[in-house]
């Protein structure tokens, strides 16, 4: 009996024995995967901590590159930048002034340009202000003859101004004609001038300085050809035959 119960023992044992080895081949997988997810974790771990310090170590080199700059350095650099700042001011105050400068000369050029005849008119005033003394005296003594001589008079004090402002009127009778000065109006056949030589002046020309502002208007002489002169003979006879 007892050689039995110790046999059942024994079998008993073995059988615990192999479910036991049974369960931890069972286990083992799901265990494998957490082991190596671990070594995974771990693993990304290090490798952050390794960049980061990577990281750190180039900050640290890049802060040790640059330059220190000393006290001279430094206060080169000020004195510079206050030196720029002093010719930046002084550039804005030239340019403020260049702008006043051409504003006000445009107003005295426009000013020159306005008032330019000024003095020629006031001269012109007093031309016709004895030209009102003429109109006036003839009609009290209503005598021609004496508003003749005061339209006379009137006249030469006007050309008097106009030359006193190198206003002067053109030769005209008697010169050869010029197409600069003259403007030729009327030809006429005249045998006692010179061809295109000026005989009479309808309208006076004038000339400001050397430049003329108003050709003369003038009939000038015409010389006519023998040949015109025998044709029209020629056909006046054939007429009168």
Do not use: C
Request: glycine fraction near 4%; charge should be negative; hydrophobic fraction near 30%.
């Amino acid at each position: 009996m007892d050689a039995e119960e110790k046999k059942v023992n024994i079998d008993d044992n073995d059988s615990l024995s192999h479910g036991t080895d049974a369960e931890t081949d069972k286990s083992t997988p799901v265990e494998d995967e957490n082991i190596k997810a671990s070594e995974e974790s771990i693993q990304e771990d290090v490798e952050t901590e390794v960049l980061e310090e990577d990281g750190e170590n180039r900050e640290e080199i890049v802060e040790d590159d640059e330059p220190e700059l000393t006290k001279d350095e430094i206060r080169e650099l000020k004195k510079k930048a206050e030196e720029s700042d002093e010719l930046l001011d002084k550039l804005q105050r030239v340019r403020a002034e260049y702008l006043n400068f051409q504003k006000r000369k445009n107003k005295e050029t426009q000013d020159i340009r306005r008032f330019a005849i000024q003095g020629f008119a006031i001269a012109l005033t007093d031309v016709l202000d004895n030209f009102s003394r003429a109109i006036s005296s003839t009609k009290e003594a209503k005598d021609f003859d004496k508003l003749l001589e005061g339209i006379q008079l009137v006249e030469g004090q006007f050309y008097k101004t106009l030359e006193d402002y190198n206003v002067k009127p053109i030769e005209t009778v008697g010169k050869p004609f010029d197409p600069v000065m003259h403007e030729a109006v009327i030809e006429e056949a005249d045998d006692n001038h010179p061809h295109h030589t000026v005989i009479m002046e309808l309208q006076k020309g004038f000339m400001l300085f050397d430049r003329v502002i108003r050709p003369a208007k003038v009939k000038v002489s015409k010389k006519e050809e023998k040949g015109d002169t025998d044709d029209s003979g020629n056909d006046q006879e054939e007429k009168d035959s």
